[in-house]
């Protein structure tokens, strides 16, 4: 037979499991605008029932909180950056042919430029053609060859310094990733730290998120997690960038 307190046990249970489910949700609330976070919801199940060998069989025991879950997808991750991997690309050369085209056919000048320049010059060959010993029109193609020559040499000297600002933005990219690397690597410790005792880091892990959706817009990343085997120890992390290795959770479980 249960004790004398078995019922109060069980609504013990109840308010426990609940609790947790409200602070869960506070928790969600709180953290409605933070960028990256994943809703979390407690799972429970019912206790082991307590065998009574009576005619009606099994008396219920109550209910357990069993695991805090995120609600995280990791297809529609890998499909999101692989998106936004793309749009970081076409935006970077669509800005920077924007910009060849600008210094060549500049908009706000649209009667001095290479393209006007070379046809005026060569407009005014097609003229000499027919009176070459016409000084005026020597003259004019004169005229018209210095003119292109200054905007040809005009940007030749935007394109060099636009390729000076290009091998800047690629060394403060380069810059960034290697940050982004050590920020998630970073996180990697620390979720392995709190997972070794069964403990879901689900907060660091959208903070880790974050980071290598960023970490797309730059270039193509894919992540993989592994199991171990024999189901003991920690899940294997990876970060691949076009195929190779920019974080591994080995390396950084050796620095613990």
């Known amino acids: 037979m249960p004790s004398t307190f078995f019922g109060l046990n069980i609504a013990v249970s109840g308010m426990s499991t609940y609790n947790a489910g409200l602070t869960t949700t506070g928790h969600n609330i709180s953290n409605v605008k933070t960028k990256g976070y994943s809703r979390q919801t407690v799972e429970q199940s019912a206790k082991e029932a307590v065998s009574l060998r009576t005619s009606y069989g099994m008396l219920g025991a109550g209910v357990d909180a069993t695991a805090i879950l995120s609600s995280r997808d990791d297809y529609y991750d890998a499909k999101y950056r692989i998106s936004n991997t793309t749009v ?10 924007s910009s060849i085209e600008h210094c060549i056919y500049p908009k706000e000048d649209s009667e001095g430029s290479i393209t006007n320049s070379l046809d005026s010059f060569f407009s005014s060959l097609k003229y000499l053609t027919t009176s070459s010993m016409d000084q005026t029109i020597r003259a004019q193609v004169a005229g018209y060859a210095d003119t292109l020559s200054y905007y040809v040499r005009d940007a030749a000297v935007k394109l060099q310094n636009m390729q000076v600002d290009v091998n800047t933005e ?13 920020q998630i690597a970073s996180l990697n410790k620390q979720i392995n730290t709190l997972e070794a005792y069964r403990n879901p880091a689900h907060d660091l892990r959208d903070q880790r998120n974050v980071l290598i959706d ?11 997690e592994k199991e171990p085997a024999d ?9 691949y960038v076009d195929g190779a290795i920019l974080v591994d959770t080995q390396e950084v479980n050796k620095m613990q």
């Open 88 to 97: 970081g690309k076409y935006s970077t050369e669509s800005f920077y042919l």
């Open 170 to 182: 690629i060394e403060t990219t380069v810059k960034q990733i290697n940050a982004y690397a050590a």
């Open 214 to 224: 960023q970490l797309s817009e730059y270039c193509n990343v894919e992540v993989k």
């Open 231 to 239: 189901g003991v120890g920690l899940n294997q992390y990876y970060v």
